[in-house]
């Protein structure tokens, strides 16, 4: 599979050639928050990756990391986008507007870490009910039992 | 004069024969046809992500069997991988035959489930259904013969499983998959050529290749409407590159297509655990020696594989304790429920159901 | 393709038909009954009471809190047969020093370590502690480090152990010993102990030997070593420095009734490429012998070190503290191969040095005046003899680096000098010993490195040990060299269960200023980490009895995980179905009932010849089963009809 | 004799008829689910009684002893009615079926048109069910059933047209005598049509739209507990053993059997078409109302028609022809028209698949 690695490997190079703010890491390229739209849509678009795999977070006490991964159906090939909100405003653009699949994985996030994603149409509680208070799984929430 | 008409709004769930698992559909009908259908679940919700942070690496294993509770060694795997790579552990070489063979054959009785309880769904009242559960009480009688248990098997361990085969279980295996076509014969007569089946499944439940791949559909749902995707050929893990294997691909994207997926999965399925029986070393180790209270250096790591239901992810992040900081799971059914609506919308209420069965959701995984 | 109604609809009742006529594949239950595999995991938990020391180890595992453990606070009895005594070749207890350090006695601590180990400071730098890579509780995380709680017992030497020696009368007879390294000193110690007379000679101005030449300073200060070659100079030690000794056959007549050859091991390995005989390539056991010994070195900025185990790292570390700016070491593998203490990699990287794995050296050469190294990448190919995976070189990834020194530090050897007149074998590496350690000349013994090849201190000791005793034996004495010095201390009570915390962080100076000099690196721990540390002995040796044993079954998920954890092979699971039901109250099942309960292979694969053969469903397809009991019928038959005739 | 007075006649009648009816149903639910099991390699119920045939007998003492529970909301007159109205007239069939000769509560001479009007009672009643418990899956249920019954009705009834043309009668007794063969041979696209139009009448497989629990939860019956669903119950079977009574008598010779006349030829006959039928629920899965509605218009109704005017057309104008021709020319025409008409009828969206 080094093809598969030239490719992704080129990807890293490319997306950091479009956009200034991209810094590239070992296996994944590291964007600001504010820029995760343009990014990914000119992914999607202009490099192929149309399949978003998966979304998560997960709470690092001052901000909360955001970890997409985008998958080439046609090349075979996948990438890793980090990217990371400050805990105070917990805001990013969201994805579900290019991507449908992004819908329920980002009300999910929103339901269990409270992260707001602009302008996702239904963003409310998914897995848990709609009363519910606190996000369980950012790292200071205190179970209630 | 003419009639008028009311849409009104059909709670199928949480307690549905069809809904296989505590899961809540809120459908406007107008007569039969759905108009409008809203998943609601959570039912099943235990926290298991923020439970695996709150326990140590080995003591979440069980926790990963009762994800997808239908196919609970593939639920194991990328967990176990992820944490292989994070605390560089090897897997011998006979491990990874015998992860293969055993997730192939847990693949084999998902689908077998799943199509026998399609079958249920579109009303063929249990016979399709016992007649799976035949060869699948026998794959899953071989399987407790390895794990010791039927169902949350708790098979695989870093850097390896926890037992080796018996010496009963190959030739037993063997003469499972020598009389596994045969019984496959026989379900194809009594699906494909019946015209009732015919006319119930095709051309129902249409999802295209574009909606496909912008819901982040995997598995069988993906590939039935063309994608040719599958995680074992494409993004190769374990040894997966050592077999030679077809990936069915649909042409419509119907529950025809899905249900023919599941059949032809089978099949390949079978033949690459002959091909791992035939490959895999005799002598060898089957696990290496980890300790009980593991300590992974920090990292992040993301591992998907193939599971019976499309595209398992596990994304992990070890701040170098032994538990994990957090752990993630890429649930393929809760990402192809999205795909739900877009399914059921502008069919009638049967049609509707069935298609919602073919998309062959489990809710361990779906609520976590 | 057109098709009509009715055909596949026939075609499916055909099948239905067919598997009619096939008859059920269920049974009715009590009068048949199935045949099954047997089910290795199950509520009911079989415990072994014999092997259960009540160490919590399952309690801890179990992911749902469903075992409950309570235990004596007195010990039932005391195991022998450790795996750290059994592992250590000087048979130092362990287990018995890190109770009393866990219990606030460092000083009876040094007294068990000073009953089999002459050099106990020393050791507790430097021991390679095979002890702690037998630890049993390395099954649960990691080893307990023994070696750094040994050093804590050492910091606490307040002399006491000598209330307790017994020195023998002097016996007049007087043994000469070729080498004061380790090997030298320990058999010094008890040749003296016995009461013999003992000169020590050696070519180098101190005593120490590979320990002071072939280990640097910041791993073992000199006033270690000093401390405990001043124990056995006061107890009348001889030693007789920059003394080369050529023939000890010549020392037998002359005053001295044995000898003991320790020379050790001081020859560097050669790397074995084109242009290595330039003056710059140096070997790293010279190079360490004449840092050690306080010679001008110029090694220049850049410094390559080939090789990956221990004396790499000093070597490194070395030049960096002589002030080389880029100092790199070449390994052929990956860390996960490298020979060396992963701590001491890791301090070496934490002082700056740049580790280059998959490298290897081609050729070193001079071009316009400056030293180069060609090296190549090499990829890891099948696993070797060693087992490890054998690395494979790279073809066309060959690259030069610019550097100023080449130290090879891929191994060390010792030379049996032709004078000693001892056999060897054919490359002159190896004094040729019986188990007595006695070489072919009656009187001459040989122990250490020249016997061992490159090997540790403990090695060393261990050996230096059966070569006194075989000295005491040859000078007629009764060879019996054991000492009880430590007072005897009551058996702990248990404070609870184990420590669960990991192995505690060793602390070490800072970065910036110790590549400066060459002060210990290490630190010694305070008593509260050195007593947690020693608290997370599982204590192997002491059994205490298990009062309460409960497996709640309500909560018990069959994962298994307790029966992997247990250490010690305590726990079974069962492998029968019908155990399962909860007799108990709160469906909480007893010590007794796990007692009787019978034991399954998992996880015990020494029981599986005793076990039945596993039988399925599948056996039991029926024509088949039906041909074989026709065919039994017919035998019996035929047989029946035999006898009649 | 006694017996040949009206009343004694009547009464003696009468009860055996109930107890044929209940035995029946109590042995159906038991064939029922012993049968399906073994299709279903499985043993069913084994543990009541010998081989478990006492099974029918348990259930109806388990749903007796149940509580009745009356959902809040409902319309409860008919909630308590509706069962009844359906269960009675499903008996009430049984009055013109002649079990042996001479053996008839009455013998109607219009008991076509009594079977005909007064088993269509009975949707009435399922409907209402649906209706008055007040729940949506009842009510699709109910709605589902009642446009089915009355759409099979039409094929049904145009096929008892034409046997009553075939036979110059409308008593029962007399299309039964009538039969010198069964009329399955005279008339096969007549059964054909028959057996599908009346499995769609009782609700079975592949037409239980009406109760598909996989889509709406039993449907009509979903808030019905104790002895009203036992009720309903008995409805289902009860119109299982008087359709497979009526298919056995008007097509298959009745109460004439090869060596004897007389019910037992009957039961073997009526117990056989019972076996097909779950043999049917066996195998196949379930249309969709849709579908099932354009099997009825488009393909069952022309077939219908058609046999009707071939009837007719064979009566008319060659009453005299041997016996054999008749039966050759049935045949021949069945197989050609059923393979003709079935090309032309697609049951659903067909696709560009292979």
Redo the contacts between chains.
């Keep these: 599979?080094r093809m598969?690695k030239e490719i992704k490997m080129k990807t890293y190079d490319a997306l950091s050639k479009q956009f200034e703010y991209v810094k590239t890491g070992n296996g994944f390229a590291e964007i600001p928050s504010e820029n995760i739209l343009e990014c990914t849509e000119w992914l999607k678009n202009e490099a192929g990756y149309?399949?978003?795999?998966?979304i998560?977070a997960?709470?690092h006490n001052e901000k909360f990391l955001l970890?997409y991964?985008l998958?080439n159906?046609v090349d075979?090939?996948?990438i890793?986008i980090r990217t990371s909100v400050p805990r105070e405003k917990p805001e990013i653009d969201s994805l579900s507007n290019i991507?449908?699949?992004?819908?329920?994985?980002e009300r999910?996030i929103f339901d269990?870490m409270g992260i707001v994603f602009k302008g996702h149409k239904n963003l409310k509680r998914?897995?848990?009910?709609d009363g519910f208070e606190g996000h369980?799984?950012r790292k200071d929430f205190k179970d209630v039992i | 004069m003419s009639f008028k008409t009311e849409e009104y709004v059909l709670n199928v769930g949480p307690q549905h024969p069809s809904t296989h698992g505590v899961f809540r559909m809120r459908i406007t009908l107008d007569g039969e046809i759905v108009k409008d259908v809203e998943p609601i679940f959570g039912y099943l919700h235990r926290g298991v992500e923020k439970l695996m942070e709150m326990r140590t690496y080995k003591q979440g294993i069980p926790m990963t069997d009762r994800l997808d509770y239908v196919s609970a060694i593939n639920n194991n795997w990328p967990y176990v991988m992820a944490v292989e790579e994070l605390a560089g552990i090897e897997v011998p070489e006979k491990a990874e035959y015998m992860r293969v063979i055993m997730a192939e054959m847990q693949r084999i009785s998902s689908h077998y489930l799943a199509v026998g309880s399609q079958m249920n769904d579109m009303g063929s009242f249990y016979t399709v259904f016992m007649y799976m559960f035949r060869e699948r009480e026998k794959l899953t009688d071989l399987m407790e013969m390895v794990t010791g248990q039927r169902m949350m098997y708790n098979y695989m361990r870093f850097g390896g499983v926890s037992q080796d085969f018996p010496k009963e279980f190959v030739p037993l295996l063997r003469k499972f998959l020598r009389i596994f076509p045969k019984y496959m014969k026989e379900y194809e007569d009594l699906l494909y050529d019946n015209e009732i089946y015919l006319s119930r499944t095709k051309g129902v439940g249409i999802l295209t290749r574009e909606d496909a791949i912008n819901i982040s559909t995997s598995g069988p749902v993906l590939r039935s409407a063309g994608v040719d995707f599958d995680v074992r050929r494409d993004l190769p893990y374990s040894i997966y590159n050592k077999f030679k294997f077809d990936v069915p691909v649909g042409k419509n994207g119907d529950v025809y297509d899905r249900v023919w997926i599941r059949m032809e999965e089978m099949k390949q399925s079978a033949s690459i655990i002959e091909q791992a029986l035939d490959m895999m070393p005799a002598e060898g180790k089957y696990q290496t020696k980890v300790p009980v209270v593991l300590h992974v250096p920090e990292g992040k790591t993301y591992k998907r594989i193939e599971s019976p239901r499309g595209i398992l992810g596990c994304y992990l992040e070890s701040d170098g304790s032994d538990k994990p900081y957090r752990c993630h799971f890429r649930a393929p059914a809760f990402i192809n429920l999205t795909a739900l609506k877009k399914l059921m919308v502008g069919q009638t209420l049967s049609d509707a159901i069935i298609t919602f069965g073919s998309v062959d959701l489990s809710m361990g995984e779906v609520d976590r | 393709m057109s098709r009509h109604y009715g055909q596949g609809i026939i075609k499916g009742m055909k099948v239905t038909l067919k598997n009619l006529v096939r008859g059920p594949i269920t049974v009715q239950y009590p009068e048949e009954k199935l045949n099954l595999a047997k089910r290795e995991r199950g509520i009911s938990l079989a415990w072994n009471p014999e092997k259960c020391i009540g160490c919590y180890t399952c309690e801890d595992a179990c992911p749902h809190h469903s075992i409950h453990i309570e235990t004596s606070e007195q010990p039932k009895q005391l195991r022998k047969l450790l795996p750290c005594i059994m592992k250590c070749p000087a048979k130092v207890e362990a287990a018995k020093y890190v109770r009393a350090i866990a219990t606030g006695n460092p000083e009876e601590a040094l007294s068990i370590i000073r009953e089999q180990l002459p050099l106990p400071s020393a050791c507790a730098y430097v021991c390679a502690h095979p002890c702690e890579s037998a630890c049993t509780r390395k099954t649960v995380d990691n080893p307990v480090a023994i070696r750094k709680l040994k050093r804590y017992a050492v910091e606490h030497d307040d002399g006491r152990w000598m209330k307790n020696v017994k020195q023998a009368e002097p016996t007049g007879k007087s043994v000469a010993i070729i080498g004061a390294g380790p090997a030298g000193l320990t058999a010094a110690y008890y040749l003296l102990r016995k009461g013999h007379k003992v000169t020590v000679f050696d070519e180098l101005p101190k005593a120490g030997g590979m320990m002071l030449v072939g280990i640097p300073r910041f791993r073992l200060p000199e006033d270690a070593l000093m401390h405990d070659v001043k124990v056995i100079e006061d107890m009348g030690c001889e030693f007789k420095f920059n003394t080369r000794v050529e023939d000890p056959k010549s020392l037998l007549g002359n005053g001295f009734d044995s000898v003991l050859l320790a020379t050790g091991a001081h020859e560097a390995a050669k790397l074995g490429i084109p242009g290595e005989d330039n003056e710059h390539v140096l070997g790293g056991v010279y190079f360490l012998k004449d840092v050690a010994l306080g010679k001008k070195i110029e090694i220049g900025n850049n410094v390559v070190i080939v090789g990956g185990g221990n004396t790499a790292m000093d070597c490194c570390r070395t030049a960096v503290r002589l002030g080389a700016k880029n100092v790199f070491v070449l390994y052929r593998r990956t860390r996960n191969e490298m020979p060396a203490d992963s701590e001491e990699i890791d301090m070496a990287i934490e002082e700056g040095v740049d580790m280059q794995y998959l490298a290897s050296p081609v050729r070193v050469f001079e071009e316009n005046g400056q030293l180069k190294v060609e090296c190549k990448k090499m990829e890891l190919g099948p696993v070797d003899a060693s087992g490890r995976r054998s690395p494979v070189p790279i073809e066309g990834s060959e690259y030069i680096i610019d550097v100023d020194t080449v130290i090879s530090a891929s191994s060390q050897y010792p030379i049996v000098p032709e004078s000693f007149g001892v056999k060897k074998n054919e490359s002159n590496s190896r004094i040729i010993v019986d188990r007595a350690m006695a070489t072919d000349i009656p009187g001459i013994y040989a122990a250490g490195d020249n016997v061992l090849g490159s090997s540790t201190v403990i090695q060393a000791v261990a050996q230096a040990k059966t070569a006194a005793k075989s000295i005491d034996t040859y000078l007629g004495g009764d060879g019996n060299i054991t000492e009880v010095l430590h007072n005897e201390m009551p058996l702990p009570l248990r404070p609870g269960r184990p420590n669960p915390d990991n192995v505690h962080d060793s602390v070490y100076t800072d970065v910036d200023t110790r590549i400066t000099n060459f002060e210990c690196v290490e630190e010694c721990w305070d008593q509260e980490t050195a007593e947690a540390e020693a608290n997370r002995c599982l204590r192997c040796d002491l059994q205490y009895e298990v009062t309460h044993y409960d497996l709640k079954g309500g909560q018990c998920v069959y994962c298994g995980l307790c029966v992997e954890s247990c250490p010690f092979g305590a726990l079974f699971s069962s492998s029968e179905y019908e155990r399962a039901t909860y007799t108990t109250e709160d469906q909480v099942l007893h010590k007794e009932h796990l007692i009787d309960a019978p034991k399954s292979s998992y996880y015990h694969s020494e029981l599986d010849s005793e076990l039945p053969d596993q039988s399925l469903l599948l056996d039991i397809d029926k024509e088949e089963s039906d041909k074989k009991k026709k065919k039994e019928e017919e035998k019996k038959t035929e047989e029946s009809v035999k006898e009649e005739k | 004799m006694w017996y040949e007075n009206f009343w004694w006649h009547l009464v003696i009648a009468a009860v055996i008829l109930i107890a044929y009816f209940f035995f029946f149903i109590v042995m159906f639910i038991w064939t029922e689910r012993r049968v399906i099991g073994f299709f279903q390699i499985r043993r069913g119920p084994n543990r009541i009684g010998p081989l478990g045939l006492f099974q029918g007998i348990a259930d109806v003492i388990k749903v007796m002893l149940k509580e009745d529970i009356v959902p809040n909301k409902t319309d409860k007159i008919l909630f308590w009615l509706s069962p009844l109205m359906a269960f009675v007239p499903v008996m009430m069939i049984l009055a013109v079926i002649p079990f042996s000769k001479g053996f008839q509560l009455v013998d109607l001479n219009v008991g076509i048109i009594y079977i005909a009007a007064v088993s269509s009672i009975s949707s009435v009643g399922v409907f209402l069910c649906g209706y008055a418990c007040n729940n949506k899956y009842g009510l699709i249920g109910g709605m589902r059933g009642l446009a089915q019954f009355i759409s099979y009705e039409i094929p049904m009834l145009l096929v008892l047209i034409s046997l009553v043309i075939s036979s110059g009668t409308m008593s029962v007794n007399g299309i039964v005598a009538a039969q010198s063969l069964p009329n399955i041979i005279f008339m096969p696209l007549a059964f054909v049509c028959y057996f599908i139009s009346s499995l769609a009448e009782i609700n079975r497989t592949p037409f239980d739209v009406m109760e598909c629990d996989s889509e709406i939860v039993a449907g009509f019956n979903i808030e019905y507990s104790g002895m009203k669903f036992a009720m309903l119950y008995l409805v289902e079977y009860g119109e299982a053993v008087v359709m497979s009574t009526l298919v056995a008598t008007l097509f298959l010779g009745g109460y004439k059997g090869i060596f004897i006349d007389g019910p037992i030829p009957l039961l073997i006959k009526m117990v056989i078409v019972f076996l097909f039928i779950l043999w049917i629920r066996a195998t196949l899965p379930r249309l969709t109302v849709e579908k099932s509605m354009s099997l009825c218009w488009k393909f069952l109704l022309p077939l219908a028609l058609f046999n009707l005017l071939f009837t007719a057309v064979r009566i008319t104008f060659f009453p005299d022809l041997a016996q054999w021709i008749v039966v050759l020319v049935s045949i021949v025409m069945t197989v050609l028209i059923i393979y003709l008409w079935s090309g032309l009828y697609k049951p659903g969206r067909e696709l560009q698949h292979e």
């Excluded at chain 1, 991507?99 to 994985?105: E, L, V």
């Excluded at chain 1, 998914?126 to 009910?129: R, T």
């Design positions: 599979m598969g149309d399949y978003l795999e998966m998560t997960s709470d970890v991964t998958i159906v075979k090939t996948d890793i991507w449908t699949g992004a819908d329920f994985q999910e269990l998914i897995v848990l009910w369980p799984q």
